[in-house]
């Protein structure tokens, strides 16, 4: 029996509703690898993009331990109070035995999964770098359409995660433990270059040394040159599990966003990263197009096993492929 076919129109209908099924139909069709789910997907994301670009748009990221679930479902819940629709997009490290997700933010999430003004999904990484899912962009602009005003995008923070994320959002927050390493500990993992705000959580355990921590923080921002000369990346204490702190960090955010929008620095940093998705995306395809080739297909294993065992040279076995797919 051939599977039915995806009415868009009636889909594009009820998200547009703000029917929460839909959103979760909608994301789960843009995840999808059936060919005619992704052309089905664009179909949707074409017909929804003026209904985009609305929200702010949050990433948030830390080590594991930094409490940025405890943190995203206060601050969430905050705002859904204050009025606002949070969608929250947490993306999952994937399983390697399944590819699905491990973390199960949700049951983590506990009081805000069951707001009716929130929205949470956790998705897996399907082996995308950084563990950022492949389809974030996409779900993202899903959310926007369906109403949701504040999308918040929560990495698994570790590796190269928090450059991606860093490259789909409007303003970048990385959450730090107090006392957690030297001043120049986050310099040399480059987390404080590509924050645009840091916040050391976990203040009400010890409010002292969290300050003390803040202002380490605030002593390494200075050996940097700002990201945007408009723009010096405040640090905050806050905590997560009592909610101090956490309307200050969302009036930093609506002064970013409005500093950055005086000066037009968001929607150029918007257009840039659109510009890199589109490429993004194109590597996808052809590196899709080049893997299903049948004469790659065929050289594929030998191949490799060839460069594993040490028997043939990586850029000759590269040629090899290339030559094979007729480059």
């Known amino acids: 029996m051939s599977p039915p076919v995806l009415d868009i129109a009636d889909l594009e209908r009820r998200l547009l509703a703000g029917e929460r099924a839909a959103l979760a139909r909608a994301i789960t069709l843009v995840e999808s690898r059936r060919p005619d789910h992704q052309a089905a997907a664009r179909d949707l994301l074409q017909r929804l993009m003026p209904r985009t670009g609305a929200a702010q748009r949050v990433g948030i990221t830390g080590v594991p331990g930094a409490g940025k679930s405890t943190t995203i479902e206060s601050l969430g819940c905050a705002l859904t109070a204050a009025g606002h629709r949070v969608a929250v997009l947490a993306v999952d490290p994937s399983s390697g035995r399944h590819g699905g997700s491990i973390l199960g933010d949700k049951t983590r999430m506990e009081r805000l999964s069951i707001d009716p003004n929130a929205f949470i999904r956790p998705s897996p990484s399907g082996g995308a770098l950084g563990g950022v899912a492949r389809k974030t962009r996409e779900a993202m602009l899903l959310c926007e359409a369906a109403g949701f005003d504040v999308v918040i995008v929560e990495t698994v923070g570790v590796g190269q995660s928090e450059t991606v994320v860093a490259d789909m959002v409007d303003i970048f927050v990385a959450l730090l433990i107090p006392g957690g390493g030297d001043e120049l500990q986050g310099i040399k993992k480059g987390l404080i270059e590509l924050a645009d705000l840091l916040v050391i959580n976990k203040a009400d355990a010890d409010p002292a040394k969290a300050e003390r921590s803040a202002r380490d923080y605030r002593n390494a921002l200075h050996i940097l040159t700002p990201a945007h000369r408009d723009w010096t990346p405040p640090v905050l204490t806050a905590s997560g599990l009592t909610g101090a702190g956490l309307d200050t960090l969302w009036s930093q955010i609506r002064r970013h966003r409005e500093v950055m929008t005086a000066n ?40 490799e096993g060839a460069v594993r065992a040490g028997d043939l040279p990586a850029s000759a076995a590269a040629d090899r492929l290339l030559k094979a797919f007729g480059l």
């Open 264 to 303: 037009g620095a968001r929607a150029s940093r918007r257009a840039d990263q659109d510009a890199r998705w589109m490429w993004a995306m194109v590597n996808d395809r052809l590196t899709e197009a080049f893997r299903a080739a049948p004469a790659v297909a065929a050289l594929v294993d030998e191949t």
